[in-house]
């Protein structure tokens, strides 16, 4: 060690005592992360409550983690969760398991899956890291109705794809906004 080496390494610390601080103050102060961060999972739903998800296992197959389960059901005219034929019986995703990738929301048919921004997904045992469909499901936003219950808003499911939209407007969803971002919105 040279005779200046100590002050050179003072300097070092002298100069830090200068610079912009970089320690997150987490978890007293969240960080907002960027608007299309991949974060936990959301099932959505239609502008009547119905559930999006048809069951179709797309988003499971996708998935290079093998991270998604997904056991559809037959909607019936007692007990119909989704409009059309399918819904989404028993759906789960293991958070130990999963990249984060998005690849299950580019696959999904209906934008019945979207990733939301929470990222406060850990925990101290694996079995809670499994989200089942009731911690998935977005929730029930004013004028949506808990499922089962009778299609509200068409006669068939193209009425509720071909003019969500306009279904999503007459329901006071204000414009600009999607189902989607209020439910998500709804969640926080
Ligand atoms: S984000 Fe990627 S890894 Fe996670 S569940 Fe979706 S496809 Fe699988
Ligand atoms: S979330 Fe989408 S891709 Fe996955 S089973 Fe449901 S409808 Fe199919």
Known sequence: MGTFDPIKGFGVTFATMFKKVVT????????????RFHGRHQLNRHPDGLEKC??????????PADAI???GGDNTD????????????????NYLRCIGCGLCIEACPTRALTMTN???????????????KEDLLAPLLPGME?????????A???????????????????EGE???????EARR
């Open 78 to 93: 007692e007990a119909r969760y989704s409009p059309g034929e399918r819904y989404g019986k028993d759906y789960q995703i």
């Open 24 to 35: 997150e103050e987490y978890p007293e102060v969240k960080k907002i992360p960027a608007p």
């Open 178 to 184: 999607t189902v989607e971002s209020g439910q998500e």
């Open 54 to 63: 048809v069951g179709c296992e797309l988003c499971a197959w996708a998935c």
């Open 69 to 71: 389960f997904v056991e």
């Open 146 to 154: 808990a499922p089962p219950h009778p299609m509200r808003l068409g």
């Open 118 to 132: 929470e990222y406060e997904t850990a925990d101290d045992n694996r079995q809670d890291l499994i989200y089942t």
């Open 156 to 174: 068939d499911e193209q009425d509720y794809y071909v003019r969500g939209p306009e279904l999503a407007r007459g329901r006071g969803v204000p």
